[in-house]
């Protein structure tokens, strides 16, 4: 049983995205209303998700393969979270409302991938999405952040989470409310922790097994090594 890793630049995992073009300053205010239908869906999606990665587990441990059926769908309940994310809270990057499909779509702005494994080690994973993500899961509760809950006086229950992804956003939010634009380097920042998160997200799945560089490969781009720069706005 050994843990791999690769460069970051060639990581299985591949979440990219097109950087924003004239944002609405304003709509980020209701986002969070016109994404219900997709947490309708999403939700179902995730116990769905949950109970195939269990079954993957098994397989895996007895043949050493993730079924590819399966490998499929949860990487397309990964993709759809990305661009609802993308759209919403996790960036507030696009005004192109997300697709109701787990499939690839070239023409939304963003995307997320993984390479399917040929084979996996039936001994890593019985610690990898534990025990080896440990340090992972320190990072990525950092960047998220812990959940918090409050109680009025009136009895009322409040709860959420943010984390230094939800700080940032906020700053995008209120960039986009005075300046009507998106800061290129807080995109960049963005798409980088986002990246570590799915990163991290697909290795505790048991998607792969090369494991999450500790690097923050900023930019809309993570199949390349360098990107040419793009001025502020």
Not at 62 to 81: A, D, H, M, Q, S
Not at 162 to 184: D, F, N, Q, T
Not at 187 to 202: C, E, M, P, Q, T
Request: aromatic fraction near 14%; include cysteine.
């Amino acid at each position: 049983m050994t843990m791999t890793s690769a460069p970051a630049a060639d990581y299985p995992v591949h979440l990219t995205a097109r950087p924003p073009e004239h944002l609405s300053p304003a709509l980020w205010l209701v986002k969070w209303l016109l994404i219900i239908p997709h947490v309708i869906v999403l939700i179902p999606l995730w116990v769905v998700f949950v109970v195939l990665t269990v079954v993957a587990f098994v397989a895996i441990l007895v043949t050493g393969r993730y079924p590819r059926g399966i490998f499929e769908l949860n990487v397309g309940v990964l993709r759809w979270t990305w661009r609802v994310g993308y759209y919403a809270y996790s960036a507030l990057a696009t005004d192109q409302y997300p697709p109701f499909t787990l499939a690839e779509q070239p023409d939304y702005p963003a995307s997320f991938s993984v390479e399917y494994p040929e084979r996996l080690s039936r001994g890593l994973v019985l610690v990898k999405w534990w025990l080896l993500a440990i340090p992972q899961y320190v990072v990525v509760g950092l960047l998220t952040g812990p959940q918090y809950s409050y109680q009025t006086d009136h009895g009322t229950r409040y709860q959420g989470q943010i984390g230094l992804i939800g700080i940032l956003v906020l700053a995008v939010a209120i960039m986009l409310a005075i300046r009507g634009s998106y800061p290129r380097h807080l995109y960049d920042l963005l798409l980088g922790l986002n990246r570590w998160v799915f990163r991290v997200a697909a290795y505790a799945c048991l998607m792969t097994d090369v494991y999450p560089p500790f690097r923050l490969d900023q930019g809309p781009d993570d199949r390349l090594t360098a990107v040419d720069p793009v001025p502020a706005t």
